[in-house]
C-alpha cells in the first residue's frame, strides 16, 4: 500500500451519517460553540468593545477560561478577529470564539501547548504583541504567515484558522445568523428543493 | 411477564437455554425476534446496556453543546473505547475499527442505506472465479429482503437498476434536496444513473412508529425512532413474547465446546466487575459483528478443535474484505449565493448511484466486481468544515463561505474489496483484554483490482463533477479513506458449498459444528460495494426459520 496515496485531511462533515456521528462523539466539542446568548449586530459592538483587556464578556458568557487566559487570550481574540471579522453580522470576537477555543483546549491533551506555540509565531512574525498591531498591520502579518502553508508559520496559522472556523461557526451567532442555518428542528414535512436555482442546469 | 433484563450478577443458575444469542444488532436482533415470535426461548448476551433515547443529543444545537457538558451532561458513549475493546494492526495498515456495545449494536446509529443485493453480487465470484461462490442466490434472499423491508419500513423508489433490484415495499422516498437534483442530472449527462436512495427511514407512520421528523440528526441516535434500530424493532417486540431473556454487559469471550464436540455454551465476563460466567445452551448463535464474533470463534480452542471451534479448514479470521472509499466535494454553480435552506431531510443522503461499471466503464480498465456512490453532506448541513479548505482570511473570506455554503455536493463512492487469504484477523496470547482473553489483531491491505478499480472511481467523480460544472475542493486523486472506515467487515467466517474452503452453509449454520450459527457479516462470502445491513437482516431471518424449523424436526 506504499503506493497508495492517503486522504488528505478532508473537511469534518457536520452531521449526516454514522460516520461523521462517530467520529464527532469523540469530539462533539469541534461542533461545540459559544455559550453567549445569540448576539445582534447592535449587541455585537458592544460586547467587541467589552473585549479587550476586561472581563466583561467572560461574566456574560458564564464561562471561565481555564487554559488561555491573560494576554495569550488576547492574542487568540485578535488573531481570531482578523480571520473572521465583523461586518453586517458578528465577528469572532463578538461571539467568544476564545471561551470556546479554550474549552476545546481543555478536551483535547496538548492542545493548548500547541496552541501558544501558534500564537508565539504570530508574534515572532510581528515583531512584537499582535494585539499591539494596528488591524491592517495585524492583517500584513497573518497574510506573510499564510502564504505558504507548508511552513511552520503556515501550519500554526492554519492551526489557528481552524480553530476559529470550528469555534465562530458552531456559534449561534456565527452559524444561524451569519450562515442562515436554521434546522435540526421539527418539520412535519420535506419539501426538498423548492427553488428555481436548478432550473436549467442540466440543460 | 418475566423479568426481561438482569443484570449478570443474579443470572448464575446453571439453566440450559434453548438458544443463546452472542449480540445484539441487526443479525443477534433479528435472531431473536424471528425465534420468539415462533416459539423459541431465547437467551441473548449483550456486552452494553440499553441506550436510552431520552439521553440522545438529538436536538442539541451546536451553540448548547458545551453548555451540557459543562453542567455534566453527556451523550451516550456509542462506540467502544481501547481500554474495554482492544485490538492490534501489529504494525500494518492502520485499520480503523468501529464497534457499539450495547442494546442494537451498530444499528443505533448506523447510516440507513438499505440496498438489496443482486445476482451481480451473488453471482460475481461464480462468474469471474475469484474465491468461493456465494451458496445462495438473489431468488433465495428475494422474499426474506420483501419481508425485512414490510417490517422495519425502508423509503425509496421505483428506479431500480439490474445491480440494484426493486422493492414493492419501499415506502415513499424523501424529496430531493437542491445539491441533489444537480448531481442527478449531472450524472444522466454522462451517463451515470442516480436513482432514489434506498434507506430505513420512516417517511409516513410504519407499523406503530411514528415516521420521520426530519431533524437530520440520526447519527445522535433517533428520538422518535423513526429509522430501523435493532432494540427498538427486534428486541422490544421479542420481549413481549415473554421467551426473551437479555444479560446486559456480558462480555463473550469463547464457545463452550462439549465432549461431542457440540457447542454447549458459552464463557463470559461481566463488562463492569469482570467476573466470569458460563452459561449453556443447545444452540449458539455468534453474532457479535464481523470482528467480534471472529475473535470469540478462534478464541474457543479446545481439543477438538485446537485452531478455533468449526476451523479446522482455517478459513475462519481469512477473506476479511471491507470496502475502498473516498470523499470528494465541491460546490454546484446554481447554488451558490443563494439563500440557506433546510437540506436536513432524513439525514444522509436521499440519492444513490448503483453499481454501472459492468455496462458502461469509464475506461479500458480491467478490474472485478465494481462500486457504487453515496452522497452524504450535499447541502447545507451545520458547521461548514469545508471553510478549512478555502483560502484566505478576513471579510472576504467570510464572505466567500457564506457564498458557498448552500452550494456544497458531495460524492462518496465505495468499492468491493476482494476476498483475499491474508486480510485475516488473528488471535495469541500475547495481547490480552482487561478481562485476559486474547484480543483481535487485523492484518488489511488492498490490492492491484482495488487500486485500479479506485482510478476508474476518480474518473467517474471527475466525470460528473465536470458535467454538473462543479467546483471541487482539492482532493488527492488515488488517495482512500483509511481501512476499515467504511464500517463494513465481512467474510471471516464465509458460508459456501465447498466445506474445505467455507466455514457456513447457506443458512449461516457451521458446516463443522451443526449447533453453531453465524448470521452477521463474517458469513458473507463477498463484501459487495454495497451497504450490508439490509442483508444481515435478510440473511438472518432466513437462517433463523431454518434454525426454528431444525429445532422442530429436533435435528439441534
Known amino acids: 500500500m506504499a503506493d497508495t496515496p492517503r486522504l488528505p485531511k478532508l473537511p469534518e462533515p457536520p452531521e449526516p451519517d454514522r460516520r461523521t456521528a462517530l467520529k464527532g462523539m469523540a469530539a462533539t466539542s469541534v461542533a461545540a460553540a459559544a455559550v453567549l446568548l445569540p448576539i445582534l449586530p447592535a449587541q455585537a459592538q458592544h460586547a467587541h468593545t467589552e473585549h479587550n483587556g476586561n472581563s466583561s464578556v467572560q461574566e456574560k458568557s458564564g464561562y471561565t477560561p481555564k487554559l488561555i487566559t491573560g494576554e495569550k487570550r488576547d492574542w487568540l481574540t485578535a488573531v481570531c478577529d482578523r480571520i473572521i471579522p465583523r461586518t453586517d453580522t458578528p465577528g469572532a470576537a463578538d461571539v467568544g470564539v476564545a471561551d470556546q477555543i479554550d474549552w476545546l483546549a481543555t478536551r483535547k491533551d496538548g492542545m493548548a501547548d500547541a496552541i501558544f506555540a501558534a500564537l508565539a509565531r504570530v508574534n515572532t512574525a510581528a515583531g512584537r504583541p499582535i494585539t499591539q498591531l494596528t488591524p491592517s498591520q495585524q492583517d500584513e502579518v497573518l497574510t506573510q504567515m499564510s502564504s505558504s502553508l507548508d511552513t511552520e508559520d503556515g501550519r500554526a496559522f492554519s492551526l489557528l484558522k481552524n480553530l476559529t472556523i470550528d469555534a465562530y461557526y458552531s456559534s449561534k451567532p456565527g452559524l444561524n445568523v451569519e450562515l442562515g442555518w436554521n434546522a435540526n428542528t421539527y418539520l412535519k414535512d420535506f419539501e426538498g428543493c423548492t427553488h428555481d436555482h436548478t432550473q436549467g442546469a442540466a440543460e | ?556
Open chain 2, 1 to 556: 411477564m418475566m423479568l426481561q433484563s438482569q443484570s449478570a450478577a443474579v443470572q448464575r443458575e446453571p439453566q440450559r437455554h434453548r438458544v443463546l444469542i452472542v449480540g445484539s444488532g441487526a443479525a443477534g436482533g433479528m435472531m431473536a425476534w424471528n425465534l420468539t415470535r415462533q416459539g423459541v426461548d431465547v437467551l441473548l448476551l449483550d456486552a452494553g446496556e440499553k441506550f436510552r433515547r431520552s439521553s440522545f443529543w438529538s436536538h442539541v444545537k451546536p451553540w448548547e453543546t458545551r453548555d451540557r457538558y459543562l453542567k455534566g451532561q453527556n451523550p451516550p458513549q456509542f462506540t467502544t473505547t481501547p481500554d474495554l475493546a482492544p485490538y492490534s494492526t501489529k504494525g500494518g495498515d492502520h485499520f480503523e475499527l468501529i464497534r457499539v456495545w450495547g442494546r442494537g449494536g451498530k444499528t443505533n446509529i448506523w447510516g440507513r442505506v438499505s440496498l438489496r443485493y443482486s445476482d451481480l453480487d451473488f453471482e460475481g465470484p461464480a462468474k469471474d472465479g475469484w474465491e468461493i461462490p456465494w451458496p445462495i442466490r438473489y431468488k433465495d434472499v428475494a422474499p426474506y429482503y420483501d419481508k425485512v423491508e414490510q417490517l422495519i419500513g425502508v423509503c425509496g423508489g421505483d428506479d431500480d437498476q439490474d445491480s440494484l433490484p426493486g422493492s414493492r415495499y419501499h415506502l415513499p422516498a424523501p424529496a430531493l434536496r437542491c445539491g441533489e437534483v444537480l448531481l442527478q442530472r449531472a450524472g444522466a449527462k454522462v451517463g451515470v444513473d442516480i436513482v432514489s436512495g434506498r434507506r430505513a427511514v420512516l417517511t409516513q407512520p410504519h407499523n406503530g412508529r411514528a415516521k420521520c421528523h426530519y431533524c437530520g440528526a440520526c447519527g445522535h441516535g433517533c428520538d422518535v425512532s423513526a429509522f430501523f434500530n435493532s432494540s427498538d424493532y427486534l428486541l422490544e417486540p421479542a420481549f413481549k413474547t415473554g421467551r426473551l431473556t437479555i444479560i446486559d454487559n456480558a462480555v463473550v469471550a469463547r464457545v463452550l465446546v462439549n465432549e461431542k464436540g457440540l457447542a454447549d455454551g458459552v464463557q463470559y465476563f461481566d463488562r463492569n466487575s469482570k467476573e466470569e460466567h458460563k452459561v449453556y445452551a443447545d444452540v449458539v448463535v455468534v453474532a457479535a459483528s464481523c470482528v467480534d464474533s471472529t475473535r470469540i470463534l478462534l478464541n474457543s480452542k479446545s481439543h477438538k478443535y485446537p485452531n478455533g471451534i468449526g476451523n479446522s479448514n482455517d478459513v475462519i479470521g481469512r477473506y476479511l474484505s471491507e470496502q475502498v472509499r473516498f470523499h470528494v466535494y465541491g460546490f454546484a454553480p446554481e447554488l451558490l449565493g443563494t439563500p440557506t435552506r433546510n437540506d436536513d431531510g432524513i439525514g444522509g443522503e436521499h440519492i444513490y448511484m448503483p453499481r454501472f461499471n459492468h455496462r458502461r466503464p469509464f475506461s479500458n480498465r480491467k478490474f472485478l466486481r465494481g462500486y457504487g456512490s453515496q452522497f452524504w453532506n450535499t447541502g447545507a448541513h451545520g458547521v461548514p468544515g469545508f471553510a478549512k479548505q478555502l483560502g484566505g482570511f478576513g471579510a472576504s473570506f467570510k464572505a466567500d463561505v457564506k457564498r458557498r455554503y448552500p452550494a456544497l455536493v458531495a460524492m462518496h463512492p465505495y468499492g468491493e474489496v476482494l476476498g483475499y487469504k491474508d486480510n485475516r484477523i488473528t488471535v495469541d496470547e500475547s495481547q490480552v483484554d482487561a478481562f485476559g482473553v486474547p484480543i483481535p489483531h487485523i492484518h488489511f491491505k488492498v490490492g492491484e483490482n482495488e487500486r485500479t478499480m479506485v482510478q476508474e472511481m476518480y474518473d467517474m467523480v471527475e466525470a460528473v463533477f465536470a458535467a454538473g460544472k462543479i467546483e471541487p475542493l482539492p482532493y488527492q486523486r488515488g488517495a482512500i479513506d483509511v481501512y476499515g472506515s467504511a464500517i463494513h467487515e465481512h467474510s471471516t467466517c464465509r458460508m459456501g458449498d465447498d466445506k474445505k474452503r467455507s466455514a457456513l452453509n447457506g443458512f449461516c449454520q457451521m458446516h463443522e459444528v451443526k449447533n453453531v450459527f453465524v448470521p452477521d457479516g463474517a458469513s458473507f462470502t463477498t463484501a459487495s460495494e454495497k451497504n450490508p445491513t439490509l442483508t444481515i437482516l435478510a440473511l438472518a431471518w432466513r437462517s433463523s426459520d431454518y434454525l426454528a424449523a431444525e429445532l422442530k424436526r429436533g435435528n439441534l
